[in-house]
């Protein structure tokens, strides 16, 4: 059904004196103002929650020198001897388990499941640990000729 023409048009027009212009003005910025903070404030909130939590703290610390490639001796200070390389070591040493394997193969029959092996795989790429895989049987093909 198609919408007639309008029969007249009326306009109506609304005038503000320069101080209610003004405090218009206010009010718009200080709602921006307090939008953004709620944005920022989203992102902020569960960062703080997380730097009270040690294990947060220390994925932080991880992420950061394996980021830079810089060794910030935080880690070994809290005498926790955590490096990228040793954690990629361990790593790569579960990867090559037989019972990895058979959890990986078990995880595969599911979306869920092979999502988290997909998961793992990026991860797996990331920290150098498919590099680190490749140059171990790189070695034992060498010790073996």
């Not at 007249?8 to 009010?27: A, F, N, P, T």
């Not at 990986?104 to 998961?119: H, P, Q, W």
């Amino acid at each position: 059904m198609t919408k007639r023409k309008p029969d007249m048009v009326h306009e109506i027009r609304i005038s503000l004196q320069d101080k209610q212009s003004e405090q218009l003005d206010s009010m718009i910025a200080a709602i921006m103002v307090r939008n953004l903070g709620q944005g920022v404030g989203g992102i902020l909130t569960p960062l703080v929650a997380g730097l009270s939590d040690v294990t947060f703290c220390v994925v932080i610390i991880i992420l950061y020198e394996m980021v830079t490639g810089k060794d910030t001796g935080i880690l070994q200070l809290l005498g926790l001897d955590i490096t990228l390389a040793s954690l990629r070591d361990s790593w790569v040493a579960y990867r090559n388990s037989p019972a990895y394997e058979a959890e990986y193969t078990s995880r595969a029959s599911s979306v869920t499941g092979g999502l988290v092996n997909i998961f793992e795989n990026i991860i797996f790429s990331l920290t150098g640990g498919a590099t680190a895989n490749w140059m171990q049987q790189q070695e034992q093909a060498e010790s073996e000729n």
